[in-house]
């Protein structure tokens, strides 16, 4: 395996570095159903390194290999289901590969589609590694009536096609929540690194939902985080960097951009009062951040976004 740790911010260009077909795979856009095989003409495969900017569902019906998360590596049987959340290292292998759908989503599409809540409902979207699950036929084959359910939704073309998908993922999420983490202990998940990681992703999330309320104007940088953590700022900033691949900075921009455009599409605030519960003294301050991280303006957005919904 290539020992370089690339990142990606969507599946497309995932799989095409790594040379595999992507005729079925959106260029862009913030979810994503596909069945593997027709993916992966040629086995064995084994992946690179990477860190993937998205979240991720696995469903394996038939298939083998192993999957590596982190430091972790699992073996991959018919039956398994895994999840992964962004910036963590991956890597996967497949010998054999018959039936398995891959799910890949970003925060944009829960925060529009599930709930700007989500993380609250089901905190294991923040999870660090997260063990994969091996399931019963009875069991799994609920899950594989949701996920084609899905997938027929989103190959469709009903003008109402995200909020379906919307509605059969808050069902999908249910039921993950319900095989995988009735047990879920919050308290254990890895070690002093991770629970860093772990923390900071619920401090970014908590204090974003509080700038979104109005029940502050401050926002956070470095320093406040690792405040938060009774940390010296360089070493917070060196152990999210390590486990992530992302700078602190990074993740800040990522989740402001995130609730600009969810604020956008689903409010009807002005933009200058979007900018000001976000901690931006002008309107044109936020243009300005927005479209140097998006390519576009809030102005533009909230306009396309409100077309798509029509």
Do not use: C
Not at 66 to 81: A, E, M, R
Not at 142 to 150: A, D
Not at 210 to 236: C, D, F, I
Not at 237 to 248: D, E, L, W
Request: aromatic share 14%; charged share 20%; net charge positive.
């Amino acid at each position: 395996m290539d020992k370089k740790i690339v990142s990606f911010n969507n599946l497309f260009d995932t799989y095409k570095a790594m040379g595999l077909p992507v005729d079925g795979i959106p260029t862009a856009g913030d979810f994503t159903i596909n069945n593997l095989k027709t993916l992966h003409p040629q086995l064995p495969f084994s992946s690179v390194g990477y860190r993937p900017g998205y979240f991720s569902f696995l469903f394996v019906k038939n298939a083998t290999g192993q999957y590596t998360t982190d430091d972790s590596t699992f073996k991959t049987q018919p039956g398994t289901i895994y999840f992964t959340n962004p910036g963590h290292f991956k890597s996967f292998v497949w010998n054999t590969l018959e039936d398995v759908t891959l799910i890949t989503f970003t925060e944009d599409f829960l925060k529009e589609n599930v709930h700007r809540d989500v993380f609250q409902e089901f905190p294991f979207l923040l999870s660090e590694t997260v063990s994969p699950r091996v399931l019963e036929p009875e069991a799994f084959a609920e899950f594989e009536l949701l996920y084609q359910q899905i997938d027929e939704a989103f190959r469709g073309t009903s003008q109402y096609k995200q909020k379906i998908i919307g509605n059969f993922f808050v069902i999908l999420l249910l039921k993950i929540k319900e095989y995988f983490w009735s047990d879920y202990n919050p308290i254990y998940e890895g070690n002093r690194s991770s629970q860093i990681v772990k923390t900071f992703r619920r401090n970014l999330e908590a204090h974003y939902r509080q700038l979104v309320q109005g029940k502050t104007n401050k926002v956070y940088r470095v320093q406040e985080y690792a405040s938060l953590q009774g940390l010296h700022p360089n070493y917070l900033s060196n152990v999210i960097k390590s486990k992530t691949g992302k700078t602190v900075s990074t993740w800040i921009m990522e989740k402001t951009i995130t609730e600009a455009k969810s604020l956008l599409q689903n409010s009807s605030l002005s933009i200058k009062e979007i900018a000001y519960l976000l901690g931006f003294t002008e309107a044109t301050h936020l243009s300005n951040y927005f479209k140097k991280n998006t390519g576009t303006t809030p102005a533009l957005y909230r306009k396309e976004s409100t077309k798509a919904d029509l």
